[in-house]
């Protein structure tokens, strides 16, 4: 039996930065244009990805059908 060499990652969630609009993690600081992000910020758009592929997965998917890694 040949076993399933499929990757195991897990959904990000990324929100969209207020300042930049580029999708970061939600984190203190936005990675790519370094404001500092509040975390009562009301994000506008969240978004989730596969952590291997950093494809849009969507909230809950358990497997990525771009990449076919398991979603933990
Ligand atoms: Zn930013
Ligand atoms: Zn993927």
Do not use: H, N, W
Not at 14 to 35: I, T
């Amino acid at each position: 039996m040949v076993e399933s060499k499929a990757p195991v990652g897990y959904v990000e969630v990324l929100v969209e930065c207020p300042f930049c609009g580029g999708y970061v993690p939600d984190d203190f600081e936005c990675l790519k244009c370094g404001s500092e992000i509040m975390e009562e910020t009301d994000y506008e758009q969240m978004m989730f990805v596969c952590s291997i592929c950093r494809e849009d997965v969507g909230d809950g998917a358990d497997e990525c059908e771009y990449c076919g890694a398991e979603l933990e």
